[in-house]
């Protein structure tokens, strides 16, 4: 199987998160990923950009070298940023991840690699990705307004309204003495718990869930959580007016901790808990090229 410019069903696709990436091919028609195509590498991302690439490019050449007998028509990646994801520029800076790629050309970059046009390489900020495959094919399908947010070592946004899927970076809002991101996400449960108890959590949330089966320290911690998510999410949610509240991210996998406490205060949005796991932001980055093709263009595409 190879790349190439002729339209067809197949994309190759990607989603690059702190210390891997996973790629796989999505059919175009039903938003589906394919199981057999699914593959994780392990990226160190505070290494050189070679390094980066390199494992990048290992993931790519695993997906086209497995037994797929349709050929792919494109590459879509689901990216964090800062990133100018037409041009395919990263600014990622003072992050503690992908530092080396910054002012980088990825877009030609790959190109070159892959041996493809640049036209057929599209980005997309990893956030909206993940919610806008939830949209087409997981707890947000059949939903005109969702805004959905992503849980995990980052605190990620975005909303949907008519199908089309915009970032809110809702984590860059003042929140308290800092911004939302300090307060919902990975980072926000190891200090808390460090701060009541002198004890760091090796495990992350996924330790802290299953200290909370016999722990009252963890079950407040979760319990605090709730009260942060519903007071910061009270206003977006008053702006937007979202038929429903979707969750995604590892921190959600925890969410019999802080489900029933978060429903209980925005009572007024149904909360459904996200269904594609990895394979959203794969899906939702692949369905630029369904947009682009009806568009005729390039334009279609969503930006940051």
Same mark, same amino acid.
């Given at each position: 199987?190879?790349?190439?410019?002729?339209?067809?069903?197949?994309?190759?696709?990607?989603?690059?998160?702190?210390?891997?990436?996973?790629?796989?091919?999505?059919?175009?028609?039903?938003?589906?990923?394919?199981?057999?195509?699914?593959?994780?590498?392990?990226?160190?991302?505070?290494?050189?950009?070679?390094?980066?690439?390199?494992?990048?490019?290992?993931?790519?050449?695993?997906?086209?070298?497995?037994?797929?007998?349709?050929?792919?028509?494109?590459?879509?990646?689901?990216?964090?940023?800062?990133?100018?994801?037409?041009? +395919? #520029?990263?600014?990622?800076?003072?992050?503690?991840?992908? $530092?080396? @790629?910054? %002012?980088?050309?990825?877009?030609? !970059?790959?190109?070159?690699?892959?041996?493809?046009?640049?036209?057929?390489?599209?980005?997309?900020?990893?956030?909206?990705?993940?919610?806008?495959?939830?949209?087409?094919?997981?707890?947000?399908?059949?939903?005109?307004?969702?805004?959905?947010?992503?849980?995990?070592?980052?605190?990620?946004?975005?909303?949907?309204?008519?199908?089309?899927?915009?970032?809110?970076?809702?984590?860059?809002?003042?929140?308290?003495?800092?911004?939302?991101?300090?307060?919902?996400?990975?980072?926000?449960?190891?200090?808390?718990?460090?701060?009541?108890?002198?004890?760091?959590?090796?495990?992350?949330?996924?330790?802290?869930?299953?200290?909370?089966?016999?722990?009252?320290?963890?079950? +407040? #911690?979760?319990?605090?959580?709730?009260?942060?998510?519903? $007071?910061? @999410?009270? %206003?977006?949610?008053?702006?937007? !007016?979202?038929?429903?509240?979707?969750?995604?991210?590892?921190?959600?996998?925890?969410?019999?901790?802080?489900?029933?406490?978060?429903?209980?205060?925005?009572?007024?949005?149904?909360?459904?808990?996200?269904?594609?796991?990895?394979?959203?932001?794969?899906?939702?980055?692949?369905?630029?090229?369904?947009?682009?093709?009806?568009?005729?263009?390039?334009?279609?595409?969503?930006?940051?």
């Amino acid at each position: 199987m190879q790349i190439n410019s002729l339209s067809t069903s197949f994309v190759l696709t990607a989603d690059i998160g702190g210390s891997h990436i996973t790629a796989g091919i999505c059919h175009l028609e039903s938003y589906s990923i394919l199981s057999q195509s699914i593959t994780r590498v392990e990226v160190n991302s505070k290494g050189p950009a070679e390094s980066i690439l390199a494992r990048w490019e290992s993931a790519f050449e695993q997906v086209l070298q497995k037994n797929i007998t349709a050929s792919v028509s494109g590459l879509s990646i689901a990216m964090p940023g800062p990133f100018d994801y037409e041009k +395919g #520029i990263s600014y990622i800076k003072r992050l503690d991840k992908y $530092e080396a @790629l910054f %002012g980088m050309d990825i877009k030609q !970059h790959l190109a070159d690699l892959l041996n493809i046009d640049p036209g057929v390489i599209l980005f997309k900020n990893d956030a909206e990705s993940t919610i806008a495959g939830e949209v087409l094919n997981g707890a947000g399908r059949n939903h005109g307004r969702v805004m959905g947010i992503t849980l995990g070592t980052g605190f990620g946004s975005a909303f949907t309204k008519n199908a089309v899927t915009k970032d809110l970076n809702l984590g860059s809002d003042p929140y308290r003495d800092t911004i939302a991101d300090d307060y919902l996400s990975t980072r926000w449960f190891l200090k808390r718990h460090l701060e009541l108890t002198g004890v760091p959590l090796i495990g992350g949330v996924k330790e802290l869930a299953a200290l909370a089966r016999g722990s009252e320290i963890a079950r +407040g #911690i979760f319990s605090e959580f709730a009260n942060n998510m519903s $007071e910061f @999410l009270s %206003g977006p949610i008053a702006r937007y !007016h979202p038929e429903v509240l979707v969750i995604c991210g590892n921190i959600a996998k925890a969410a019999e901790f802080f489900l029933p406490q978060l429903t209980k205060k925005l009572n007024a949005t149904p909360i459904k808990l996200a269904q594609l796991g990895e394979n959203a932001p794969l899906i939702g980055a692949a369905a630029m090229f369904n947009s682009r093709n009806t568009a005729g263009s390039s334009d279609s595409v969503t930006k940051l």
